[in-house]
């Protein structure tokens, strides 16, 4: 029982700190902080979403002590080359040194000065600004905090506000596109004419969206959380709510070349679900398999995605029409000269793409 309560103190501590932040309180905080954390991720590159959400974890919404006593929004102690202001507060011991500021926009901005020039964050600068979940883990392994749920908490404040919308507009920010938004609600933002929940579930539109090609990866954690390749083609596994323009600028390509690399529509931007997202042209054929067979779900364009082959070719070495889909059980062929000439026929369950 001991060793039982060692290990779930921590995470009542933590349900307690998170309760103790009212919705009201976490807004107005969001509110009067969100430009400031954009500019930061404009200037550094740590994702607004994850400044945000440690300032209002660390800070309990600008209403811990710590807080209103120093502007210090992030628990930053002094550490030995500090030579600024110092306020000495309780924390892991008794009577710490904790850096003082004159404002909280000079606490946010020792913040990313902090994160950016400390050798052992050096590597979470290589990872997807919109991929807050890596951030969130990173920053724990990092060592900056010892609470062993901190890398939930900063998810959970991230998902539960909406947070990841600043991080997209930083990005757009940062390439010469005007952005601008104001919260509909605590979770909810507005794309377009596309209405999108940041859930700790997924993310959808106001309106349940008939099932698309990409269905079938929906919940896959078989692939990596970095690059990878696919029929020797670079590929991520992207998350829903991944903005494709900060991935395409993310990784040095053009918006348009990246949706001509997925077949994707012109107007294509924030993923509704997780889905294969080429960073290179596939490949016209397979260079290691003859035929996929069709799963229970699969379309024609689930398996170009799934085996890094162009959907063209696909529709050219089955003799398919747009629009039509293959059978469950099928072999579609990946390769010339193989064709098969079974008749295609569209499925009930499946939505027409084309």
């Known amino acids: 029982m001991k060793r039982l309560f060692l290990l779930t103190f921590p995470m009542f501590f933590l349900l307690l700190r998170i309760s103790a932040q009212t919705d009201d309180t976490v807004k107005q905080y969001i509110e009067k902080y969100k430009e400031i954390a954009i500019n930061e991720e404009i200037r550094t590159g740590i994702p607004a979403a994850i400044t945000l959400a440690q300032g209002i974890f660390e800070s309990m919404a600008g209403q811990s002590d710590l807080a209103i006593a120093s502007n210090n929004h992030f628990g930053i102690k002094c550490k030995d080359n500090w030579t600024g202001n110092k306020v000495y507060h309780d924390d892991d011991a008794r009577g710490e040194c904790f850096r003082s500021y004159a404002t909280v926009e000079e606490s946010y901005r020792d913040h990313s000065d902090f994160l950016k020039t400390r050798p052992n964050y050096t590597f979470l600068f290589s990872i997807d600004p919109t991929d807050y979940k890596a951030w969130a883990f990173g920053l724990k392994k990092a060592g900056y905090a010892t609470n062993p749920a901190y890398a939930y908490a900063i998810i959970k404040k991230i998902e539960d506000n909406g947070l990841q919308q600043y991080t997209l507009i930083a990005l757009q920010r940062a390439n010469g596109i ?177």
């Open 178 to 354: 005007e952005a601008d938004v104001a919260l509909l609600n605590s979770t909810t933002t507005q794309s377009n004419n596309l209405h999108i929940s940041f859930t700790s579930q997924n993310i959808e539109n106001e309106q349940t969206p008939p099932a698309t090609a990409f269905e079938e990866f929906a919940g896959n954690d078989n692939y990596p959380i970095s690059i990878f390749t696919i029929n020797k083609t670079k590929v991520i596994y992207a998350s829903a709510g991944t903005s494709l323009f900060a991935l395409a600028s993310n990784n040095n390509i053009s918006l348009e070349k990246l949706l001509e690399f997925n077949e994707l529509e012109n107007n294509s931007d924030i993923l509704i679900r997780s889905q294969l997202i080429y960073l290179e042209k596939k490949p016209k054929k397979s260079n290691s398999k003859d035929f996929h067979i069709v799963g229970n779900t699969e379309t024609i364009e689930v398996i170009a995605q799934k085996e890094g082959v162009q959907l063209e070719s696909l529709f050219e070495y089955n003799k398919m029409q747009k629009g039509l889909q293959p059978a469950p059980g099928e072999k579609v062929y990946l390769k010339p000269g193989k064709q098969s000439f079974y008749p295609r026929l569209l499925p009930k369950n499946y939505a027409k793409v084309g």
